[in-house]
């Protein structure tokens, strides 16, 4: 999942230890080894901002005065090195880094049992090859720093290690073939977010203790070892975002006390194995955005545990199963971008803590189930872009609280239902549909709206005057209908204190016309936009130069617009401009400078105008297209300019 609880393990066990080390009575001073070593350690760091080894004094006693440092009271020797860059200091936690390199001297602390260097985020260099004789070692993190290079092959040796942290580095390379041959006692395994490469081992089944296993965010390839599924014990098995290839072993199935299962974002192939249905602990699958094909095997109903199904972005098949609607825990469901057919399984209705079901893009038919009705926590339904033919929206659906609807390309035709105005729905798509009519006044009753897309359709006229009334409006789509009048009505709606300010606009292909308010920009309810497209109305007059306040522009899209004038040197102020596109308009003059040179900029073209004049000089390549069809414009990439 997208959640990961390395941080907070690593807290737990931060206190853990540092009651340990407390709870030691002191009666040898540090043995001199150790305390070289150290201090080797120390000098190889270049910058220490909290003074974490601001206590580690030559000739003071590293056990009884250096923070961070535990030792046998017996002989002196070191067991315990603590200084991460996340720890609690009086119940507030403390964020801080560390700049240096690892000492291979840390090697001669040979009764070290804990080293936690974790989270100090500017550590460089390699692990050193002299950690592998730390052979009574049992916790090892040095997560979260800027590591480099493999994993040093010296550690398969480390047979008493219990957790091992290499996590959110940059490591390369291969896992060391033999690496986890010997680790028979470890627990927790945590490798995520490296550059890792190669494939898993297949010993990887003999650290028949492992509980938590996190490769997420490598480049590992090959497949998943079919040894995985004796790793019983095993209760989060994380191997997204990499490359892995083949099929989901069947072995899988033997992990009786897994809790999350995370192979999503790889190349997986084949069905998903029906020994699924033996992992009665899972409570979070997450497959999606691989290459899985086939039908969910019915045994998945006997996950009653599982909360999230995530399958979405595979190419799975067949019918929805039934038995669906046994697992009684489910919170959301998401099988979006698969081939399923058939109907949505009525059974769905019993599972009554569900939230969210989203079985868009696929190729289910109607009618929905009017069984969802009882559903009484679903809050988001997206049905998307499957042949529903629904014709109208099911009225049984007022009786939701739904806070997201999405029917877009659902065979919709008709008027929008008027139960609409007292619904609570924040996010509304009904898109691409057959919607006829003009948009009715009680829209503006809609306060909850933050999302409205009712874009390819065929509304016309005006919008009504209550369609100010949605202060909290963030994103509207109306692009593709056949609606008219002025505009004013969408850029003077009323917004709240922090909320309904517009992030996007898209009004493009209806009959509006303009001209373009010449104060558009400094409108409160317009200071976050992010993305206006208007093009393709007969808005006609110039372009404002107010746009060039919009701090927060990416997106400007006017093309034929019939606008005409000049293009306003103003522009040049929405520093956060991407795209501008003022093409098939009647535009003159020049082209100002400025905004050919805007830092974001990637996309810009102004052909088919009446431009002239030098095209300025600009960084990024523009092709000769984007200026064409201006007979007055000359410079690279056109023709030179003429004397």
Request: aromatic share 6%.
């Amino acid at each position: 999942m997208a959640n990961h609880p390395t941080k907070y393990l690593i807290i737990l066990l931060v206190f853990h230890f540092n009651s340990f080390e407390f709870g030691i009575r002191q009666s040898r001073a540090c043995h001199p080894t150790d305390s070289e070593a150290l201090l080797d350690f120390k000098r190889r760091i270049t910058s220490d901002p909290l003074k974490l080894l601001h206590s580690w004094i030559p000739h003071k006693d590293c056990c009884t005065t250096w923070e961070g440092i535990a030792c046998d009271p017996s002989s002196g020797r070191v067991l315990n090195l603590t200084r991460p860059g996340l720890y609690s200091d009086s119940d507030s936690p403390v964020d801080t880094s560390m700049s240096g390199t690892l000492s291979p001297f840390l090697g001669n602390l040979s009764s070290l049992q804990v080293l936690n260097l974790g989270n100090l985020k500017n550590l460089k260099g390699h692990i050193p090859s002299e950690l592998g004789k730390l052979t009574k070692l049992r916790h090892m993190f040095l997560n979260s720093n800027d590591l480099e290079g493999s994993i040093p092959s010296s550690i398969e040796g480390l047979s008493q290690l219990q957790s091992l942290f290499l996590s959110n580095n940059h490591l390369t390379g291969p896992i060391p073939q033999n690496l986890f041959k010997k680790m028979t006692s470890l627990s927790q395994l945590w490798l995520a977010e490296n550059m890792l490469s190669g494939s898993i081992p297949p010993s990887i089944g003999t650290m028949l203790e492992l509980r938590y296993l996190d490769f997420h965010e490598n480049n590992f390839s090959g497949s998943v070892p079919e040894s995985i599924g004796r790793l019983q014990n095993l209760v989060r098995l994380d191997m997204s975002k990499n490359q892995l290839s083949g099929p989901i072993p069947s072995s899988i199935g033997n992990l009786s006390n897994l809790m999350e299962l995370d192979l999503n974002n790889n190349r997986l192939h084949g069905s998903i194995p029906p020994s699924i249905g033996n992992m009665k602990s899972l409570e979070f699958i997450v497959l999606s955005d691989n290459a899985l094909s086939g039908p969910i095997p019915s045994s998945i109903g006997n996950l009653r545990k599982v909360r999230s199904l995530i399958l979405e972005n595979n190419n799975l098949s067949g019918n929805i199963p039934t038995t669906i609607g046994n697992m009684a825990s489910l919170v959301s469901i998401y099988l979006s971008n698969n081939t399923f057919t058939g109907k949505i399984p009525p059974t769905l209705s019993r599972l009554e803590n569900l939230l969210t079901l989203d079985l868009s893009n696929n190729r289910l038919s109607g009618p929905i189930p009017p069984e969802l009705a009882t559903n009484h926590n679903l809050q988001d339904l997206d049905l998307s872009s499957n042949p529903l033919s629904l014709h109208t929206i099911p009225p049984w659906l007022q009786k939701l609280s739904l806070f997201r609807l999405e029917l877009r390309n659902t065979g919709l035709v008709g008027h929008l239902p008027e139960w609409l105005s007292s619904s609570s729905v924040s996010t509304l798509d009904l898109s691409g549909n057959s919607l006829t009519g003009k948009l009715p006044g009680w829209i503006g009753n809609m306060t909850n709206l933050s999302f409205l897309n009712l874009s390819n359709n065929k509304f016309h006229s005006s919008l009504p005057h209550q369609f100010q009334n949605l202060s909290g409006l963030s994103d509207l789509d109306l692009h593709s209908n056949m609606l008219s009048g002025r505009l004013t009505r969408v850029f003077s709606k009323a917004a709240g204190f922090a909320l309904g300010h517009f992030n996007s606009i898209d009004l493009s292909h209806n009959n509006f016309s303009g001209p373009i308010d010449a104060g558009i920009g400094n409108l409160s309810v317009m200071g976050s936009l992010g993305s206006l497209i208007l093009s393709h109305n007969p808005l006609g007059g110039k372009i404002p130069e107010s746009l060039g306040k919009l701090g927060y522009l990416q997106v400007l899209k006017l093309e034929g617009n019939n606008l005409s004038g000049e293009i306003p040197e103003e522009l040049a102020e929405a520093k956060l401009l991407e795209t501008v596109v003022l093409s098939e308009n009647g535009l003159s003059g020049k082209i100002p400078e400025g905004i050919l040179n805007l830092g974001h900029l990637s996309e810009f073209n102004v052909s088919r105008n009446r431009l002239s004049g030098k095209i300025p000089l600009h960084k990024i390549k523009i092709p000769a297209s984007s200026f064409a069809g201006n007979p007055g414009l000359c410079g690279a990439p056109l023709a030179p300019c003429k004397d």
